[in-house]
């Protein structure tokens, strides 16, 4: 069983989609409903899903708890949900500040943190999506790039924590991927520019790259790496 949060639209979807083709079966969580209704329908009878808002207090115990009780176990993680903004850090509000890190920090965290018995128990794993932007340094994404950076740092740590009771951590860090929350980038045709001549691959990544790059990490195969965070960027930021 695969818990893929976000899993409506862009990366989460197509990771569920790949899942899926592997024979797995996938619960799929986002805030909008009817998103993951459509979503559910479009990937057929192996998905399904759970709305809730993992950046909410109590959301994470919840939906690993609603995931667990229907299947009877959970074998892997895949901390997809995200959100971010541009903007210098002088224009942006503690309400922002807040709303990407409950997000990309809070949530994963506590998912992992209420997941972690249940992926004892089948010595399964957990994949984040961090970002390359964790590693690279450039202006007007200070608080997206930062929580991202702690996404890394805590899949080091945890892959130190959980490796004991078998359990396997690992992150995937996307470069600029073709997804509704990189609207922004792509629509300032100077910065698409900048990023696509310094991406050696010479292009926007697909939600289908990030996808794979996932199931490589939560493969059985795999079962030697943990700790470890893959880029997978066409290159960008070497």
């Known amino acids: 069983m695969v818990l893929v949060t ?3 639209t862009g990366i989460g979807k197509a990771t569920a989609s790949a899942f899926i083709a592997n024979g797995a079966t996938v619960v799929i969580t986002g805030r909008r409903q009817p998103v993951l209704e459509a979503t559910t329908q479009s990937l057929g009878a192996q998905a399904h899903y759970i709305a809730g808002d993992v950046s909410k207090n109590g959301e994470a115990a919840r939906i690993i708890e609603e995931t667990v009780d229907k299947f009877g176990q959970l074998d892997i993680l895949v901390n ?3 959100t971010g903004a541009m903007g210098p850090l002088s224009q942006t509000s503690d309400e922002e500040i807040e709303r990407i890190y409950r997000t990309n920090v809070f949530g994963p965290l506590a998912l992992a ?5 249940h992926l004892a128990n089948s010595n399964g794993s957990i994949v984040n999506i961090s970002s390359v932007a964790a590693s690279g340094v450039m202006p007007g994404v200070v608080t997206y790039a930062s929580s991202k950076a702690a996404v890394d740092h805590a899949t080091r740590n945890l892959a130190a924590e959980l490796g004991p009771i078998g359990v396997r951590v690992n992150a995937v860090a996307p470069g600029l991927t073709d997804t509704d929350i990189t609207a922004d980038v792509k629509s300032n045709e100077q910065m ?6 310094q991406t050696p691959m010479g292009r926007l990544g697909k939600p289908k790259d990030i996808a794979n ?3 490589l990490l939560a493969d059985n195969r795999a079962g030697w790496v943990t700790g470890q965070i893959v880029q997978a960027g066409g290159g960008f930021l070497l």
């Not at 943190?113 to 018995?117: L, M």
């Not at 698409?192 to 001549?197: N, V, Y």
């Open 6 to 8: 976000g899993g409506g």
């Open 80 to 82: 997809n949900a995200g």
């Open 213 to 215: 790059a996932v199931l």
């Open 192 to 197: 698409l520019g900048m990023i696509i001549a």
């Open 113 to 117: 943190r209420e997941a972690t018995t």
